[in-house]
């Protein structure tokens, strides 16, 4: 380990020593401490962290949540409207009642704080929080205990005890998710034993400190989560994601294709083909976006793909243009009413999952999955961040910059396409964009791939990531080797 880290990682554990000493939370919203020391400790480094609700409300915040939920008042509807309409009554409902009477927000706080390992650092002058699972960390002394205790820098070790390459993974969730929801996943990727495995909240998410600028969206957010690799002493590392996660996944292999090596995404933002390189296929695209039934009728996955685009921009596509103009007038309802914050983000849950949104036996989540992605972004208070990544990215015109870039050739793309992804394009248009040497589809499963489908994910990725083809990239790299 660098003398720079070993002077780095002392400054750490005492903030962290301190931390607990002065009785304080460690939130990545709140300063660590207020005593000197802390204050002088660079905020770079990356420190522990102990998940809890943002301070402003920590005291009262169960309190308060349960009268608000008792006291609910529902809209009218109409009869035997199901789904049509957004979130019925009944569901809604049904998820109020045991958010009210049997959730237990405290206990499964603790469980995240005793599964996975919290950390945070500062990166771009944001406070990041991320998951980590990095066993082959070197050992360092804590300074201040003299206990053996594991680095928060990358180690030197780029095997695991089986012989087998180790490799930096990426985890990019997107909106309305959260780190929890690879959270299963990362649990399973743990016993495989092949990754270094960092899953951070976006800006603006949960433990993640909130821009206070405008421009924040996702070529702002590829750079800071790429900085972040590069701060933690990953200098080569796999990217995935799925919603907003792809896309900037998509942005970090376009801009750091030197550093991100390989790509896995399961949504699949992506132009049709380019006229002037596959004019056969761009043709075949124009024609297909309007008569999808005669041009797709062969293949049931392109057709469906295709009309599922124009039955999102229909029928699901309103949240992403209010989300995208007006984020704040919508923050003030839904910061303020939790049954409100439930209706708008678990309408998206249940609709884009494959299930039956009016069955709860046919979730592939509990309830209590469910309700605690509710309840990061109402214990944190970032149900309103969160939205304005819509609208950075839309007025910064982000998507349009990446659409049109195609992903450079040299990083290896694998696209899980599971049944229900609400955002899939043909695999013919995607092949103009970007070097795709693994494609899968499976027969169940929606948008939240890692949150409905853990074991499907976790074996798809990582057989992925671990074909010889990548292993060999990686190692090249990690050498030096110029490809």
């Excluded at 958010?99 to 500062?122: A, G, I, P, R, V």
Aim: charge should be negative; include cysteine; aromatic fraction near 10%.
């Amino acid at each position: 380990m660098s003398a720079q880290h070993k002077s780095s990682l002392e400054e750490s554990f005492i903030s962290v020593h301190g931390s607990a000493a002065s009785g304080v939370q460690d939130t990545a919203i709140e300063p660590l401490i207020d005593d000197e020391k802390s204050q002088s400790v660079d905020p770079t480094i990356p420190r522990r962290l102990v998940l809890s609700a943002h301070a402003d409300t920590a005291a009262d915040l169960l309190p308060s949540l349960k009268s608000r939920l008792a006291a609910v008042r529902y809209p009218d509807e109409i009869e035997s409207s199901g789904w049509n309409y957004g979130m019925d009554n009944k569901t809604l409902k049904v998820i109020t009642e045991e958010w009210l009477h049997h959730y237990d927000w405290e206990k499964e706080l603790e469980q995240l704080n005793n599964d996975y390992d919290h950390w945070t650092c500062q990166v771009n002058g944001l406070d990041i929080h991320y998951v980590r699972h990095d066993p082959w960390a070197e050992s360092v002394e804590d300074p201040v205990t003299g206990e053996t205790v594991e680095s928060p820098y990358a180690g030197k070790r780029t095997v695991n005890d089986k012989g087998e390459v180790i490799m930096p993974l990426l985890l990019i969730h997107g909106w309305p998710g959260s780190w929890y929801e690879f959270g299963k996943a990362i649990k399973l990727l743990k016993k495989r034993g092949r990754f270094q495995i960092i899953a951070p909240s976006l800006p603006g998410f949960g433990w993640s400190q909130a821009p206070s600028q405008k421009q924040v969206g996702v070529r702002a957010m590829a750079k800071i989560l790429h900085e972040l690799m590069l701060q933690l002493g990953y200098k080569h590392y796999l990217v995935q994601g799925g919603d907003w996660g792809a896309i900037i996944a998509r942005t970090i292999t376009t801009l750091y294709s030197d550093h991100a090596l390989a790509m896995h995404i399961n949504m699949l933002p992506c132009l049709p083909p380019r006229p002037w390189t596959q004019p056969f296929q761009f043709a075949k695209a124009s024609l297909g976006f309007l008569l999808p039934s005669l041009v797709y009728k062969k293949n049931v996955r392109e057709r469906e793909s295709v009309e599922g685009l124009k039955l999102y921009a229909r029928e699901e596509g309103a949240y992403f243009l209010l989300q995208s103009t007006k984020p704040q007038t919508l923050g003030h309802a839904l910061q303020d009413s939790p049954v409100g914050l439930l209706s708008w983000m678990g309408e998206k849950y249940l609709g884009w999952a494959d299930l039956e949104p009016t069955k709860p036996e046919t979730w592939p989540f509990t309830k209590t999955e469910l309700l605690t992605q509710i309840m990061i972004y109402h214990s944190t208070r970032t149900i309103t961040s969160s939205m304005r990544i819509y609208y950075e990215t839309y007025h910064n015109r982000d998507v349009d910059w990446l659409l049109k870039r195609p992903v450079p050739r040299s990083v290896p793309v694998g696209v899980g396409v599971w049944k229900k992804e609400l955002f899939m394009v043909p695999k013919a248009w995607a092949d103009d964009w970007m070097n795709i040497i693994s494609w899968h589809e499976f027969p169940k499963g929606g948008h939240f791939a890692a949150f409905e489908r853990p074991v499907e994910f976790e074996k798809e990725i990582t057989e992925y990531f671990t074909q010889e083809v990548i292993i060999d990239l990686f190692t090249a790299k990690r050498r030096g080797l110029k490809l």
